[in-house]
Structures are given as structure tokens and as C-alpha cells.
T-cell receptor, first 113, second 110 residues
Framework: DTEVTQTPKHLVMGMTNKKSLKCEQH?????MYWYKQKAKKPPELMFV???????INESVPSRFSPECPNSSLLNLHLHALQPEDSALYLC????????????FGPGTRLTVL | EDQVTQSPEALRLQEGESSSLNCSYT??????LFWYRQDPGKGPEFLFT???AGEEKEKERLKATLTKKESFLHITAPKPEDSATYLC???????????FGKGTTLSVSS
């Protein structure tokens, strides 16, 4: 099973709202990722968790706050977002080591009003 | 600086018209070259990983090859359902992150 699930599929929020995106995988992968993808652009890496510890933070604004409660779950907490943050947010996971295929979830389409 | 470049940006084919997509890379200590397919509004779907020059992998109408400077995704007798954006990505020696190209959008008409 190479499935990564993400909820919700769509999210509309105002600039003063607080919301969270959720990601789950049951492949026993030890690395999990958040990406942001704008229309007609490739995914841009935001955060990497390796063995439940934040290992990469690509200078993402503090209005995005990641959390990894356990090895299967990854959250992205959103607060005071801007309209330009509207995008497709993708979660991915990988086994780590030499076998580094990343498997992506279906994404959450976020619209900030 | 590590870089992945895909060409062409867009490709239109007739059903059955075979072609190739190119991914050229300059990556320090390549630790994997990855191909993904992405349909509009969905997450990328993993297709292939290539590690060494000369390596080839096949899946249905798709075949991926790797040289020391580039990778090709060959599409044989494509069907309309092959229409998608194909992303190439590389992992370098230093990092966990993937370096993505901008993608090739393939349209196959019947």
C-alpha cells in the first residue's frame, strides 16, 4: 500500500482564521514532508520531518507551523494567512536511506480570502 | 547550484504518436532521479527511480532511461489517458529534499 491520505480536500479560510491540514501514512515511512504548489509550478518544499524531528525548514513564514505527533501523522497549522498563500498543499512520505522515493498525497486545495 | 531542467514545456501528440520527454540535470552526487505524473489538482504519482547511468525502467507505455547528464521518458503509442504533467526530480548527495524540474505538460488527442 503506497497511500498517503490528506484532509480536508478543500479549505477556504479568512485571513484571521486558524485551521489545520492533516496527513497520514501507514507505510512505516520515517520521513514526512510538506510541499506548497502554485498553479503550473513544481512543488516547493516547506518542511521535512525525519524520525519525528523537524530536519528541514525552508525559511517558511511563521504563520505556517508544522507538527509531527507520531511517525504516521503530520499536521500543518495555519494562522493569519495571506491571499498569496492560496495553493495546493501536498504531503509526502519516504522510507529514508537510499530508497528515497517520495509518495505524495492528493493534496489540500487551500483558498485564503 | 544543483538544477533540473525539463523540455519541452508542453507537448501535443496524436494518439499512437511516440515521443520522448527530456530531463537534464546538474546535481552533485546524484542519489536518485525520479519521474512523477501529475494530473490537474492532484498530487504527483510516483512512476520511476533511476540511480545509475545506463539504467532503464518500464511501465506499460512508459520507459525511463538515464545517462550521466540527462534522463528521458519515452512514451510509446500514447493514449489520451496519458495526458498529464510529467515531473522530473533529483536528489543530491547532501540533502533529503528533491530538486524538481518545471515539468512537461503532455496532451494526447484521439
Amino acid at each position: 500500500d503506497t497511500e498517503v491520505t490528506q484532509t480536508p480536500k478543500h479549505l477556504v479560510m479568512g485571513m484571521t482564521n486558524k485551521k489545520s491540514l492533516k496527513c497520514e501514512q501507514h507505510m512505516g515511512h520515517r520521513a514526512m514532508y510538506w510541499y506548497k504548489q502554485k498553479a503550473k509550478k513544481p512543488p516547493e518544499l516547506m518542511f521535512v520531518y525525519s524520525y519525528e524531528k523537524l530536519s528541514i525548514n525552508e525559511s517558511v513564514p511563521s504563520r505556517f507551523s508544522p507538527e509531527c505527533p507520531n511517525s504516521s501523522l503530520l499536521n500543518l497549522h495555519l494562522h493569519a494567512l495571506q491571499p498569496e498563500d492560496s495553493a495546493l498543499y501536498l504531503c509526502a512520505s519516504s522510507q529514508g536511506g537510499r530508497s528515497n522515493e517520495q509518495f505524495f498525497g492528493p493534496g489540500t486545495r487551500l483558498t485564503v480570502l | 547550484e544543483d538544477q533540473v531542467t525539463q523540455s519541452p514545456e508542453a507537448l501535443r501528440l496524436q494518439e499512437g504518436e511516440s515521443s520522448s520527454l527530456n530531463c537534464s540535470y546538474t546535481v552533485s552526487g546524484l542519489r536518485g532521479l525520479f519521474w512523477y505524473r501529475q494530473d490537474p489538482g492532484k498530487g504527483p504519482e510516483f512512476l520511476f527511480t533511476l540511480y545509475s547511468a545506463g539504467e532503464e525502467k518500464e511501465k506499460e507505455r512508459l520507459k525511463a532511461t538515464l545517462t550521466k547528464k540527462e534522463s528521458f521518458l519515452h512514451i510509446t503509442a500514447p493514449k489520451p489517458e496519458d495526458s498529464a504533467t510529467y515531473l522530473c526530480a533529483a536528489r543530491n548527495q547532501a540533502g533529503t529534499a528533491l530538486i524538481f524540474g518545471k515539468g512537461t505538460t503532455l496532451s494526447v488527442s484521439s
